[in-house]
């Protein structure tokens, strides 16, 4: 089973309608990402939260907004969808384990939500 | 702006060759450097990763090298497979800040059997 799924994985809209993104893991992470993958552009983070009480915008926020409903749930919104938000969407946790020799910091990526707003 | 400057933005190789793929970045503070592998259809997975305090790290055949006073790493891939056709993203972060990854564009690596 997929330790981050996401929902739904392919979602065709109009412009001006709300969507919404969920994201879930079983991981037992505290911290949650949203991010955007363009062509040529590579992944931009939208929002990440380090624990259900806190939420922080990243480097693309406007337009999206976040809602962490529980350690392991994350969703993403369009409150009113325009073209420009067509992308490939990726929800990440991630560890952050510090150890003698250091720490650990991996993301582990869901397999993405293909948006497309007409 | 772009945190993290990477290149080229598609690659072909041959079976058997070196494929090789630089990045930079400007931000001093920056001590994690991740290099993730992305499959068509699926999200971006780890491949290596490195520290500041070391010049290299090799697993398998992946190797970053690191060039802390130019503010560069490099992914190397050594006898290059079709199963490595991936697309490649360089990362950085600053552990401790929050664990804010910066993403560079992406490179396509085509093997050619």
């Known amino acids: 089973d997929a330790d981050v799924t996401q929902t739904p994985r392919n979602r065709i809209t109009k412009t001006g309608k709300r969507i919404m993104l969920e994201c879930s893991q079983t991981?037992?992470?505290?911290?949650m990402y949203w991010y955007r993958q363009d062509p040529g552009l590579g992944l931009r983070l939208i929002y990440y939260s380090f624990d259900v009480k806190d939420i922080n915008k990243g480097e693309i926020s406007d337009g999206y907004s976040v809602s962490r409903q529980a350690q392991a749930k994350f969703s993403l919104s369009l409150e009113s969808a325009i073209p420009n938000q067509t992308a490939l969407y990726f929800c990440a946790t991630s560890d952050h384990f510090r150890g003698s020799g250091g720490g650990t910091d991996t993301q582990y990526f869901g397999p993405g939500t293909r948006l497309t707003v007409l | 702006q772009q945190q993290v400057k990477q290149s080229p933005q598609s690659l072909i190789v041959q079976k058997g060759g070196i494929s090789i793929i630089n990045c930079a970045y400007e931000n001093t503070a920056f001590d994690y450097f991740p290099w993730y592998q992305q499959f068509p259809g699926k999200g971006p997975a780890l491949l290596i990763a490195?520290?500041?305090?070391?010049s290299e790290k090799k697993e398998g055949r992946f190797t970053i090298s690191f060039n802390k006073s130019a503010k560069q790493f490099s992914l190397h891939i050594m006898d290059s497979q079709p199963g490595d056709s991936a697309t490649y993203f360089c990362a950085a972060s600053i552990e401790g800040s929050g664990n804010q990854f910066y993403f560079g564009t992406g490179t396509s690596l085509t093997v050619i059997p």
């Open positions: 490195i520290r500041p305090d070391v």
């Open positions: 991981k037992g992470h505290d911290r």
